[in-house]
């Protein structure tokens, strides 16, 4: 099976699905991006030959986030649609192994974390930047984020937006497995493999129990997000936020 939806390709064989995405070098994000790829999620979900997906994006960056540069109005209504399309990709029924080369940063950050492991290279980098653009969370993150490695450690990142290197990210568990970048998709494919060999009607229910009720509390707390980040998209700290990020500075923030 080989597919193409948008910018979207899907290639199945020994039930493994790679679903990869090709917006190279750094695969910003829209909605229409998110929705092709919840439509691929679904669509294998009904795939009996498909027990597991890997993934992956073509470029330097796994997910550099929205394009805000590019005029994307990600913090207007196009956010509203956006997690929309984030919470049909948490309601997926099959395991999810991401596979990371570069920075996977804000809403890339959101979407790494719909996966159940993450397969990462040592270029791979990790920050939810939001704060500098002076913006809040989004991508469902103030709930996946600390679920996986920790209150504590997700205030570190949100209230910093430090980037976290892939070292640190294994220790703190946000990271599955270090790969050289000339394994990283045989790792990811063998990890993949792992997990298709078991029982795919067990494999499918072990993992509903471990996520229940995951889609839902990702809905709920992109509403949340989605008030506060429309609230603050027309303060001026947001357009000095996204100016400083794009010209690599720093934020001259005045609580405007």
């Not at 597991?52 to 005029?71: H, P, T």
Request: hydrophobic share 45%; glycine share 10%; charged share 20%.
């Amino acid at each position: 099976m080989n597919s193409k939806y948008g910018d979207v390709s899907v290639m199945l064989e020994a039930h493994i699905a790679r679903v990869e995405i090709h917006r190279p070098p750094h695969n910003y994000f829209d909605p229409p991006l998110i929705r092709d790829l919840a439509d691929v999620f679904l669509s294998l979900d009904a795939e009996d030959a498909c027990r597991v997906l890997v993934l992956a994006s073509e470029g330097k960056s796994f997910c550099a986030g929205a394009n805000f540069g590019a005029g994307n109005e990600i913090t207007s209504g196009g956010a509203s649609l956006l997690y929309e399309q984030a919470v049909r990709l948490f309601r997926s029924r099959k395991p999810v192994v991401a596979e990371i080369q570069g920075a996977a940063v804000g809403g890339g950050l959101g979407l790494a974390l719909v996966a159940d492991f993450r397969v990462v290279s040592p270029e791979a980098r990790f920050s939810a930047n939001f704060v500098k653009l002076g913006i809040h969370p989004g991508f469902g993150l103030t709930y996946t984020l600390p679920r996986l490695i920790g209150v504590q450690r997700a205030n570190l990142m949100f209230l910093t937006g430090r980037w976290i290197g892939a070292d640190v990210a294994a220790a703190w568990g946000l990271a599955d497995v270090l790969a050289p970048p000339e394994r990283l998709r045989e790792e990811a494919m063998q990890l993949a493999a792992g997990i298709a060999e078991g029982a795919p009607l067990a494999v499918e229910s072990t993992r509903a129990t471990l996520r229940s009720g995951i889609a839902e509390a990702v809905r709920r707390q992109t509403d949340h997000e989605f008030a506060e980040q429309s609230r603050l998209a027309s303060t001026q700290d947001h357009h000095e936020g996204i100016r400083a990020v794009s010209e690599r500075r720093p934020g001259k923030f005045t609580r405007a």
